[in-house]
């Protein structure tokens, strides 16, 4: 969690005598399975009150330890500081060892997540004239991953309790120029992938799971990420197995994995002959030797992330005020990469989400809305709807019919009410830690009253 400087925020509070006395009555909770720990009722820390949680950290993250230190001192070291110095480094050595922890054929690993999802476009021969339906709630990296090859993103409203893309909007985004679907699996958890995969199989599209948040996340007892033609991961320094910037491609069909480590070698393939056009995506030693360092006890923390996101879901099962993430049938574990809950102000006052979460804050719980806007709605749209590539490439009709779609209204509404949290370090915390942010939410729901007034 994020520690601010919480006294810029702090104001003198104009109390009523209503909201004092309900504060002294000590309100008990109308929503059954809300039971308190550590009762810690009052006033609001933002009005001057005590907070529910004093002068304790939560879990650091990136996850470091002294081997992983060791490991980044041998590289530096050895002089071996690029992949193509020896076949046993640690750029080749991490990628067997995550294809191996993913049970895929093969991995090639890229700088970024970004890079990742282009090299897949690229490998499958999407470019110019082409469409690639996706999700506007994502990281820019998603939409840049299309744009880089000149093709078309097309976003599809979202499922709004799931966040996830909306199978249904996505056939009906389908066009003759559709070549793959880019789902995101955001949160890190699984998108509705039976549905997805049939409407590909259905239009003969291809997909490429934007995975780039899902590591070891299981759906219908498949790893994310291995469910479509390819599955892309970033290891981004706040996600749950990082280097500070990479990537990667996971895939079992040994031809397009080929593919994938000649597009990020600079159109180079395993036999060093230059085949095609192709970016330098090459991870480095150093972020491999971090990312080996990572594997250790990944698959344990991966377990306490999920079993604390179980406890919470529990915790606020009964509670309507902040309803956790819907996951889909067939939803065995996720990432956790963030736990995302939807902010029902009607059950605050109306209070907006932006007082709620500085409420929150001041108690030392720190949730996040997330994004400012979908991606449907930041400018690059215009941008590219007046690029020569994209006029020349696609029909007027179809950049007007593009342009007059551009509308995600499910998106636009999570949008504005996403509370969510950073949950790489967080949710490895214990169950106390757990409390405790179930402790000032419902602090803050006690105190709904004032929070309009904040
Ligand atoms: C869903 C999603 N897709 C793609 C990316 C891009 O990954 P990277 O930042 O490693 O380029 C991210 C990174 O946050 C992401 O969350």
């Given at each position: 969690m994020k520690k601010k400087d919480f006294t810029r925020r702090r104001f003198i509070a104009t109390v009523s005598a209503g909201s004092v006395a309900a504060a002294a009555s000590n309100v008990v909770s109308p929503f059954g399975n809300i039971t308190y720990f550590n009762r810690q009722s009052g006033k609001l820390a933002i009005l001057g009150g005590d907070p529910v949680r004093k002068n304790k950290d939560w879990p650091k993250w990136p996850y470091v330890d002294e081997k992983m230190v060791d490991g980044i001192v041998k590289t530096t070291r050895s002089g071996?500081?690029?992949?193509?110095?020896?076949?046993?480094?640690?750029v080749p050595t991490f990628e067997k060892e995550y294809a191996s922890l993913m049970g895929t054929r093969g991995c090639v690993s890229t700088g970024s997540g970004t890079q990742a999802l282009n090299t897949c476009v690229e490998a499958l021969g999407i470019g110019p004239g082409d469409e690639v339906i996706t999700s506007p709630l994502t990281d820019p990296g998603t939409i840049s991953s299309i744009l880089t090859s000149r093709a078309l993103p097309v976003m599809a409203d979202l499922d709004r309790e799931s966040f996830q893309i909306d199978p249904d909007e996505i056939e009906k985004r389908i066009t003759p120029n559709t070549k793959a679907i880019m789902p995101v699996l955001i949160g890190g958890q699984p998108c509705n992938m039976d549905r997805i995969m049939a409407i590909a199989a259905k239009h003969n599209l291809r997909v490429i799971e934007d995975a780039a948040q899902a590591h070891l996340g299981v759906y219908k007892g498949k790893k994310l990420?291995?469910?479509?033609?390819l599955g892309c991961f970033s290891f981004q320094?706040?996600?749950?197995?990082?280097?500070?910037e990479g990537g990667a491609v996971i895939g079992n069909n040994e031809e397009l994995m080929d593919k994938c480590f000649t597009v990020q070698n600079h159109g180079t393939n395993h036999q060093g002959r230059t085949v095609v056009g192709g970016p330098k995506y090459r991870m480095n030693e150093f972020e491999a030797a971090i990312l080996l360092g990572q594997l250790p006890g990944v698959k344990e923390r991966f377990a306490i992330r999920n079993k604390n996101a179980a406890y919470l879901n529990s915790r606020l099962k009964d509670f309507p005020g902040l309803v956790p993430q819907k996951l889909y049938?067939?939803?065995?574990?996720?990432?956790?990469?963030l736990y995302m809950t939807t902010y029902k102000k009607e059950h605050f006052d109306n209070a907006p989400r932006s007082k709620f979460l500085r409420a929150l804050e001041a108690e030392g719980v720190s949730l996040s809305a997330y994004l400012p806007n979908g991606l449907h709605r930041e400018p690059w749209t215009e941008h590219i709807l007046n690029l020569k590539v994209y006029q020349k490439m696609y029909s007027p009709e179809r950049l007007k019919q593009y342009r007059d779609e551009l509308s995600c209204p499910n998106c636009d509404k999570a949008i504005d009410e996403i509370a969510m949290i950073w949950a790489s370090g967080p949710l490895l915390g214990s169950e106390q830690d757990m409390d405790d942010i179930i402790n000032a939410v419902m602090k803050v729901h006690e105190n709904r009253d004032k929070l309009n007034s904040l």
């Open positions: 071996i500081w690029c992949r193509i110095q020896s076949e046993t480094g640690t990420g291995t469910i479509g033609d320094a706040s996600k749950t197995i990082a280097c500070g049938e067939g939803t065995e574990s996720g990432s956790y990469y």
